[in-house]
């Protein structure tokens, strides 16, 4: 998929997601382990942060912590509301190529997180586990098992 699609939405990731990282793992500082989720929708209709201080991801939809930060949010649905050419409700080839696409924005963006983010707050960065998923849906093993290999490689 043409990435060029995600633009709003990586200039607003790349603007604001050091800065909300930061806040979280402030908030988790003296624990040992922090894992960070991006959640979205079946339909790919925005993203709200959750995050729990472990490393299980396993029952991230009862984890307490989470906010929606409109930079995750609103540019997203933006470009849902003008994607016409992908049925988003469906599951279909398509479909998963724009959760791909997804992924591979939000992937270039957590790797370019300033290592004092880490630092500053008491971790390094291999003791975030950072994933992306949706709360339901066609694609939720997918984009976890893929997002874990792609975003903590």
């Keep these: ?3 060029s699609r995600f633009e709003k939405f990586d200039i607003a990731c790349s603007e604001n997601l050091p800065k909300e990282i930061g806040k979280i793992l402030k908030k988790a ?3 040992k382990a922090c894992a960070i989720g991006f959640i979205t929708t079946d339909d790919f209709y925005g993203m709200y942060l959750s995050w729990d201080y472990t490393h299980d ?4 939809y009862d984890w307490e912590n989470g906010s929606n930060p409109d930079f995750l949010y609103q540019p997203l649905v933006d470009m849902v509301d003008n994607t016409k050419d992908i049925d988003l409700l469906s599951a279909s080839d398509e479909k998963w190529d724009f959760a791909l696409t997804l992924l591979t924005v939000l992937e270039k963006n957590i790797k370019q997180l300033p290592d004092d983010i880490f630092s500053k707050n008491g971790f390094k960065r291999e003791d975030i586990l950072f994933f992306a998923t949706m709360s339901d849906g066609d694609y939720v093993d997918e ?4 997002s874990v290999k792609m975003f903590n490689s």
Excluded: N
């Design 1 to 3: 998929m043409d990435i």
């Design 143 to 146: 984009m976890l098992d893929s």
């Design 57 to 60: 991801i396993d029952e991230y």
């Design 29 to 31: 500082k003296r624990k």
